[in-house]
Each structure stands twice: as C-alpha cells, then as structure tokens.
C-alpha cells in the first residue's frame, strides 16, 4: 500500500480551497482518505490563512513512508515544514 500526500479539491466552481490528505495511491483525489492534514486556500486575502497545518501529523505520516507529491510539496516548503 503506497500511500500519498496529496491536495483533494474542494469548494465551489471557479472559488476553490483544498484540503491536504492522506490516501492510498490506488484511490482518485476524491476516494477514501485517512486523514485530514490541513487546508491550503489559495484565494484568501490574508497571508495567514492560505495555509493551515497539522506539522506533527505531516511529520509522522511521512515516517511511516507517505510521500508528498510535488505540488504539496511545494506548500509544505514555503509554509517552513521540513521532510
């Protein structure tokens, strides 16, 4: 079971937010997750609120061999999370 760090679309067309999940590989963004690791809102207008992070979450997931994809990993570097 490989599994993924990756961003599940959420919101309204054209006003999307993401949520940054745990999942399987096997299953499409929109599949079973198995855990909430925070939110990514790319349309906020504060800085503060484009990212929000469960840090030790992420840290413990990727211990057991869950892998970012580039894209998230992208927000985790700008939002100071080191892997």
């Given at each position: 079971?490989?599994?993924?760090?990756?961003?599940?679309r959420?919101?309204?067309n054209?006003?999307?937010?993401?949520?940054i999940?745990?999942?399987?590989?096997q299953?499409?963004?929109?599949?079973?997750r198995?855990?909430d690791?925070?939110?990514?809102?790319?349309?906020?207008?504060e800085?503060?609120?484009?990212?929000?992070?469960?840090?030790?979450?992420?840290?413990?997931?990727?211990?057991?061999?869950?892998?970012?994809?580039d894209?998230?990993?992208?927000?985790l570097?700008?939002?100071?999370?080191?892997?």
């Amino acid at each position: 079971m490989a599994l993924k760090i990756r961003l599940k679309r959420m919101g309204s067309n054209k006003k999307p937010t993401y949520r940054i999940v745990v999942l399987d590989s096997q299953f499409s963004g929109k599949g079973r997750r198995i855990e909430d690791l925070g939110t990514y809102n790319p349309r906020a207008k504060e800085e503060s609120q484009v990212v929000n992070l469960k840090k030790e979450a992420i840290a413990e997931w990727v211990k057991k061999g869950a892998v970012p994809t580039d894209t998230v990993q992208g927000i985790l570097t700008k939002a100071g999370v080191a892997l």
